[in-house]
């Protein structure tokens, strides 16, 4: 695949990202790391959120094979995926007001849980709502955000803030503005987004990091491993039995 095409120039910028997240997020992904083993060891759920496109690293790391038994997907209806039609109205949904409320109301979240909320923008109502309402009722939250946004536009929700203005840990995916990273001549827009790349494989990352911090501890990590191999759904059933209670996707 040669570097100056467009699919080769992609892939250069997306590793270049990534590159980027490993050598500058280091210390705050050990620190998010170090966030999930107290939430494990503290008897505490593990919640992630993230509307749209963001939705799918949020779903990346629920019920994977390899990833921790405890990561649990805290859906919002309408906004999970562009699951809705017309999609726009998923869009729509992240600016109403009292719906990330009524979620947390009637939702699992208690104080002690850790809570990731994953917005590109971090500057519509949903996020901002949702990261505000979760401390509020004692649970950690850290938000995985491009903090490029909140230099270069403006908020779009009554605080006139920021999902990283509402959290306790932020880790920042370093995406431009427009989450584009290709232009080329003839082109009227910018074209293939990086985001759920570089998202995805940050929250990889944390796993990562939670997984050796508990091992530090002397705690053996409730990590799933594939069905798909001799023994896999027996040593899973044998990790639900013993975290069922910390476990929602199951039921």
């Not at 467009?6 to 997240?21: K, N, T, W, Y």
């Not at 494989?201 to 501890?217: D, F, K, S, W, Y």
């Not at 191999?229 to 199951?250: C, K, L, P, S, T």
Request: overall charge negative; aromatic content about 4%; glycine content about 12%.
């Amino acid at each position: 695949m040669s570097q100056s095409k467009p699919a080769g120039r992609f892939i250069d910028a997306a590793i270049g990202l990534l590159h980027r997240v490993r050598d500058e997020e280091a210390e705050r992904i050990a620190a998010a790391g170090g966030l999930i083993a107290d939430a494990v060891t503290g008897g505490g759920r593990i919640f992630v959120f993230g509307a749209g496109h963001s939705s799918l690293p949020a779903q990346d790391v629920v019920y994977r094979a390899g990833g921790l038994a405890l990561m649990n997907l805290l859906p919002v209806p309408g906004v999970v995926g562009v699951d809705v039609v017309p999609a726009t109205l998923g869009s729509a949904l992240e600016g109403v007001e009292g719906l990330a409320t009524a979620v947390l109301e009637t939702g699992p979240l208690r104080t002690g849980d850790l809570l990731f909320i994953i917005s590109l923008s971090g500057r519509n109502t949903l996020p901002v709502e949702m990261a505000t309402g979760a401390r509020e009722r004692g649970a950690t939250v850290i938000g995985v955000t491009s903090v490029a946004y909140a230099a270069e536009t403006t908020p779009r929700n009554a605080s006139g803030s920021f999902l990283k203005d509402h959290c306790d840990l932020v880790l920042d995916s370093k995406i431009a503005v427009g989450d584009a990273e290709l232009t080329a001549e003839g082109v009227g827009a910018p074209f293939a987004p990086a985001s759920t790349v570089v998202t995805s494989a940050l929250m990889q990352a944390v796993v990562a990091a939670g997984v050796e911090e508990l091992v530090a501890r002397g705690v053996r990590p409730p990590l799933l491993r594939s069905g798909n191999v001799d023994g896999g759904h027996e040593w899973n059933r044998q990790v639900m039995a013993e975290y069922g209670d910390r476990i929602f996707y199951r039921r």
